[in-house]
């Protein structure tokens, strides 16, 4: 059995790697594998080709890797803590959170750098999640997965109704259409300098509390007695969920369903230990999203299609599913 999840994580990189390779050599100019590689491992900056890997596609697709391991570790952690199938950073309008501070630095801080943002974007998704537990769990009987997701979809709306407001009324329409849509196309080296290390100390984080999250599928009272403080791990691990959206948004957009859909594939693949489930949960996000990047690039090339929009194609019928599969069970 140890042997054969081995296997799962390393065949699952595989296949990430690959599909990162494919991205980087095709698109509006399609390019072959070992000009790839040669522009990886020895760049020349006067060769076109060189160029066009380096400075534009490879940046894009490290973003999509990036972006998409921290939306599918956000929710696996999410999922985890609030015992809630249908937790995702999307859905529960984390990412309206973020992309709302965003509006308003657009309209009232227009210079700012991209550390400043991201760092706001934090602030803006850590609201959000607050304001949305505390109206989940003002209402009587507590907080539930259904309070929750009912919670989340409120907050997400009016966030998403204010900042179109934003954008009507101070012209930033266009400007803003990136961050509503997601996508990747604009990320740079710059931007990777400092997500990549946020998001991968953010997952390491998460994964060394792996162990205490699955105590937590035993109910409260039962991870007690194993000498597990719920209340601490769910704190925690909502502030690095909430650090995860926050950064990934900063950069991508708020792009949803990843963090719903990558959890579920990775318990049907390594189990209910959230040890395997977070990290599997990162590499099927990251392959998630590479793909739907892949896509949006593909459907009517030069013009590209939101990853927002691709990612939602699948995402929608899955949500409807497990919303159907959790009726049945009530």
Not at 246 to 251: D, H, K, L
Not at 295 to 308: N, Y
Request: aromatic share 10%; with cysteine.
């Amino acid at each position: 059995m140890v042997y054969a999840r081995a296997l799962l994580f390393a065949g699952t990189a595989a296949a990430l790697l690959l599909s990162v390779f494919m991205a980087i050599s095709y698109g509006a100019k399609s390019l072959p594998l070992a000009t790839v590689w040669e522009a990886v491992i020895d760049y020349q900056p006067s060769l076109t080709a060189h160029q066009i890997i380096f400075d534009l596609r490879l940046p894009r697709v490290l973003g999509a890797v990036t972006t998409g391991a921290a939306f599918g570790a956000a929710g696996a952690i999410m999922q985890g803590v609030t015992r809630n199938p249908m937790a995702d950073t999307g859905i529960l309008g984390v990412n309206a959170g973020a992309s709302f501070i965003v509006a308003l630095s657009f309209a009232f801080l227009p210079g700012l750098g991209y550390s400043e943002l991201m760092a706001l974007s934090f602030v803006g998704a850590a609201l959000a999640t607050l304001v949305i537990v505390m109206l989940g769990a003002a209402a009587p009987g507590g907080l539930s997965s259904l309070r929750l997701t009912i919670a989340g979809a409120v907050v997400a709306a009016i966030l998403q109704a204010l900042s179109a407001g934003i954008a009507i009324y101070y012209a930033l329409s266009q400007d803003l259409a990136f961050w509503y849509a997601g996508g990747v196309a604009g990320v740079t080296w710059e931007h990777l300098k400092l997500l990549v290390p946020v998001i991968l100390l953010a997952i390491t984080w998460g994964c060394t509390m792996g162990r205490k999250i699955s105590f937590l599928a035993l109910g409260d009272e039962s991870a007690t007695n194993l000498g597990v403080r719920s209340s601490r791990v769910r704190f925690w691990g909502m502030t690095a969920a909430v650090l995860l959206a926050g950064a990934s948004v900063s950069v991508a957009g708020s792009i949803s369903f990843v963090g719903l859909i990558a959890p579920h594939l990775a318990r049907k693949l390594v189990g209910v230990d959230y040890r395997r489930i977070i990290p599997m949960s990162s590499l099927l996000g990251a392959l998630l999203l590479v793909w739907a990047d892949f896509a949006a690039r593909l459907v009517q090339p030069p013009r590209e299609f939101a990853i927002g929009a691709m990612v939602a194609l699948v995402g929608v019928p899955f949500f409807l599913y497990l919303a159907r599969k959790e009726r049945r069970e009530l």
